[in-house]
């Protein structure tokens, strides 16, 4: 009968330690505040002169929801090397990320206090679905 015992109470001490655990840079998300609103409304004049015309938010919604657990970086990357369609990689380092923070604050998610950089942990932080 001791033997249940033991392995009830290794199982509680091993949920409470995994439900106590700290949020790590692995667990950031993009609703933990990754960009600021300088980024966002800088985002939106580079978005409004270079992605307005071919993409409505609807698009990045559904986009979002493909890239659903990859980090931000990924979708940094792919951004970065596809577009603008009849340019890619044309836009500042710095303009594709102003435009990763405008569409996600128009999917919702919030600003913080930390800027969004693609050379400081954006590997990190992990995008989900709107």
Known sequence: MKRPVRIAATLMFA?????????????????????????????????????????????????????????????????????PADNPGSLMLNEYTEVIAYILHEQGFPTGDTVLDPDAGMDQIKILAP
């Not at 993009?30 to 307005?52: I, L, N």
């Not at 986009?63 to 596809?82: F, K, V």
């Open 15 to 83: 949920v409470g330690f995994m439900v106590t655990l700290p949020v790590t840079a692995q667990d950031k998300t993009v609703e933990d505040g990754v960009f600021t609103q300088a980024q966002v409304d800088a985002g939106k004049a580079v978005y409004d002169a270079s992605c307005k015309t071919c993409h409505n938010m609807r698009f990045y919604r559904d986009t979002l929801r493909s890239w659903s657990n990859q980090p931000l970086l990924y979708l940094w990357e792919n951004i970065l090397g596809t577009m």
